[in-house]
Nanobody
Framework: QVQLVESGGGLAQPGGSLRLSCAGS????????MSWARQGPGKGLEWVSD????????YYADSVKGRFTISRDNAKNTLYLQMNDLKPEDTALYYC??????????WGQGIQVTVSS
């Protein structure tokens, strides 16, 4: 049974930081490219970042470039998203995703990040 379980969300002040984690199980995590996406209130789904299976390449949406860092620990089957200099517009439900080409096949349940003073 495939599971992607996000943790680490919550409330942060503008300019603050949070680190999201995603624990994967039931599939070959080390052989999978992984992504983060988000959906803000009243907005559509937005892709945030990708990391390839061996961490040699990462990609970011322009809206988070320079502030967010994606990483992974294949020994722990865990994906991370370090979010710095958070802005109110980063408020969203964040999803951990297994990427398959330009699509995705497995999704986590999502975790809420709220940026507010």
């Amino acid at each position: 049974q495939v599971q992607l379980v996000e943790s680490g969300g919550g409330l942060a002040q503008p300019g603050g930081s949070l680190r999201l984690s995603c624990a994967g199980s039931g599939f070959t995590f080390s052989g999978s490219d992984m992504s983060w996406a988000r959906q803000g209130p009243g907005k559509g789904l937005e892709w945030v970042s990708d990391i390839v299976k061996d961490s040699t390449r990462t990609y970011y949406a322009d809206s988070v470039k320079g502030r967010f860092t994606i990483s992974r620990d294949n020994a722990k089957n865990t994906l991370y998203l370090q979010m710095n200099d958070l802005k109110p517009e980063d408020t969203a439900l964040y999803y951990c995703i297994r990427a398959v080409g330009s699509s995705a096949d497995y999704w986590g349940q999502g975790i809420q990040v709220t940026v507010s003073s």
